[in-house]
């Protein structure tokens, strides 16, 4: 049977905050059953919009990190039980997400990721109550979904009224847990997990005038940490980006170290495209453009495709380029999240894109597939 992701987009794991904004070190200590070699356990982590990846061979299930914070911020174990490599074990479902502080963080399990208990973590006792309060993580809502599409007759799985009306029940999901997730702010102004409730509770394209009172409802220490001033960004983005206005001009390198600057493509229709290597549902959106741009390319179309992989992933970028005959420009600062373009435009997730006529103004967003030809074929005439 087929396996539908009900998360369209690579979304960005959401970054916590608090009060500390020094650098400090961090422990993460525990044990997971009786594993040994060639059990591996994969470690990541964020810290002031950067990942960080770490990893350990367990020794009869122990196993010990450390790293630099500024503030609390949201961390993920990947097990490999059987030396097969991190990205057999995450498609496996073998992940714990947890919340990293300034003071050891411990942990216990009897056999699995999936039985894990904190042994005292304040942090992690909050964002579980958060969990709790918001309905789970947005992963259980997708497998909540995949399941049902997993247990459907063949003829279902084929049947596009089916697929829609499923995605429906995901988006009314999502819905709800965004309505839950305001509710919390309001409810705990003083808890810094209302910057992330309020982060992941609006989408790319949100009515900045509605949800700024929210968000200076928050306390000002936790609005003054990098995810609240990260969230004030896109606050911002929400009133200057958006259909019907100027694009922001930039600049920055493609992968051979030459500068692009948007003002490159003025008088020619230009999508601006958000995407990554690692980016599965970019990558499956990738032949779309390749047939939009052959098709439209000689009558004034052109892609400028912004990358989010970062500098450790340079090689993985250029080689999907190559790969899904992308011959189109690209450019990356190899910031990944932190890319100063993506970050100006708002972008929490990709992929996502913005199409700007020959003026510099923004004439649609986020079209993907049909929507993109259409749109294509009602400007070209096509």
């Not at 039985?115 to 304040?122: G, T």
């Not at 290597?277 to 959106?285: F, L």
């Not at 990358?307 to 993985?316: C, I, M, P, Q, V």
């Amino acid at each position: 049977m087929r396996k539908i992701t009900f998360i369209s987009l690579c979304c960005l794991l959401a970054m916590g905050s608090c009060i500390n904004k020094n650098n400090q070190s961090f422990t993460l200590k525990g044990k997971i059953g009786n594993w040994n070699d060639p059990a591996k356990l994969y470690f990541s982590y964020w810290n002031d919009g950067s990942e960080y990846l770490d990893s350990a061979l367990l020794r009869n299930g122990s196993f010990s990190f450390t790293g630099i914070i500024g503030e609390p911020s949201p961390a993920r174990l990947i097990l490999d039980y059987s030396g097969e490599g991190i990205g057999h074990a995450a498609r496996s479902g073998h992940i714990f997400y947890l919340y990293l502080e300034n003071r050891p963080v411990k942990l216990k399990s009897p056999d699995s990721l999936q039985n894990i208990v904190f042994v005292h973590s304040p942090i992690n006792e909050e964002h579980l109550n958060y969990l709790d309060i918001i309905g789970g993580q947005i992963q259980d809502l997708s497998a909540r979904m995949n399941e049902k599409m997993m247990k459907a007759t063949p003829e279902q799985q084929n049947d596009p009224a089916f697929i829609a009306q499923l995605n429906k029940e995901y988006r009314q999901l999502l819905d709800e847990r965004s309505q839950k997730q305001q509710q919390f702010v309001r409810d705990h102004p003083d808890s810094y997990f209302s910057v992330v409730a309020i982060s992941e509770s609006v989408s790319s394209k949100f009515d900045a005038d509605e949800i700024e009172p929210l968000f200076l409802s928050i306390n000002e220490k936790y609005r003054e940490t990098y995810s609240g001033k990260a969230f004030a960004q896109r606050i911002e983005a929400a009133r200057t980006i958006g259909i019907g206005k100027k694009a922001p001009g930039f600049t920055q390198n493609d992968p051979d170290g030459n500068p692009v600057s948007l003002s490159d493509f003025l008088g020619k229709y230009l999508l601006l495209d958000f995407w990554a290597s690692w980016c599965g549902p970019c990558r499956q959106e990738n032949p779309n453009l390749v047939r939009a741009y052959t098709a439209y390319k000689d009558k004034g179309f052109e892609i400028l495709g912004v990358s989010l992989d970062n500098k450790d992933g340079k090689e993985a970028w250029v080689n999907a380029i190559e790969k899904d005959g992308l011959t189109w420009t690209q450019v990356s600062d190899l910031n990944s999240w932190n890319n100063a373009v993506a970050r100006f435009y708002g972008v929490r997730a990709v992929p996502q894109n913005f199409l700007i006529n020959p003026q510099g103004i923004i004439i649609a967003q986020d079209l993907r597939g049909e929507a993109l030809e259409q749109k294509l074929e009602e400007i070209f005439g096509e």
